[in-house]
């Protein structure tokens, strides 16, 4: 069964320095998608970053990217120049495509990042 | 603008209750789904649908129920069989044939137990 660890429950950064959350995971599959959301004190989920298994290149979105390292099936997420506006809990997702009726993506149990100013 | 809307944001149950959790969406996405979340246990799925009139079971489903009559509305049923039903519930849609879109979220509601 595919799986999803956030080894950090919490974390905490100074403003405009960087940080970065771990995400591994678990998975016999070869192709999927991996993903970060951000869920701020609103509760509103936010679409951060995503990454495609097949392609080596780290996505990039402005002040965030990510360190994908398929054969380790690691997934961090860095942020840059830290905001306050960046405190928030942080999710890591994986999805596989839709090879049979079971399409899900599945969730980690999140890191809390605090942003100190 | 397109988007999940979840209503209401606020929901009290009394002990035996069923309640009724709304969900829809006018983004024109084949997939629904309903996730509960409770604190330090991430998001846990309780059903999904993708196509109308049919919806599979989550990780959670016991103590739910949903319909799936029109593809913009996805309504989740808390009965009185949910032993502990105090958490915030999430809903999300999805196109399907590709996974690289992930989910569209709702605001949530938070259903607590009086």
């Known amino acids: 069964a595919q799986t999803v660890t956030q080894s950090q429950p919490e974390m905490s950064v100074q403003e405009a320095e960087t940080v970065t959350l771990s995400c591994t995971y678990d998975?016999?599959?070869?192709?999927?998608?991996l993903f970060w959301y951000k869920q701020p004190p609103s509760r509103q989920m936010i679409l951060v970053i995503r990454?495609?298994?097949?392609?080596?290149q780290n996505a990039t979105e402005n002040r965030f990217s990510v360190n994908f390292q398929k054969a380790a099936k690691s997934f961090s997420l860095k942020i840059s120049d830290s905001q306050l506006g960046d405190a928030a809990m942080y999710f890591c997702?994986?999805?596989?495509?839709?090879?049979?009726?079971?399409?899900?993506?599945?969730f980690g149990p999140g890191t809390s990042l605090s942003v100190i100013p | 603008d397109g988007g999940i809307t979840q209503s209401p944001k606020y929901l009290f149950r009394k002990e035996g209750q069923n309640v009724t959790l709304s969900c829809e969406q006018n983004?024109?996405?084949?997939?629904m789904y309903w996730y509960r979340q409770d604190p330090g246990q991430g998001l846990r799925l309780i059903y999904y649908?993708?196509?109308?009139?049919?919806?599979q079971k989550g990780d959670i489903a016991e103590g739910y129920s949903v319909s799936r009559e029109k593809k913009e509305s996805f309504p989740l049923t808390v009965t009185s069989a949910q032993k502990n039903p105090t958490a915030f519930y999430l809903c999300?849609?999805?196109?399907?044939?590709?996974?690289?879109?992930?989910?569209?979220f709702g605001s949530g509601t938070r259903l607590t137990v009086v």
């Open positions: 999300a849609s999805s196109r399907l044939g590709t996974g690289i879109y992930g989910y569209t």
């Open positions: 998975t016999s599959e070869s192709d999927y998608y």
């Open positions: 983004l024109n996405h084949d997939a």
């Open positions: 649908s993708q196509i109308v009139n049919d919806f």
């Open positions: 990454q495609e298994a097949y392609k080596q």
């Open positions: 997702a994986y999805r596989i495509p839709l090879k049979t009726s079971y399409d899900k993506v599945i």
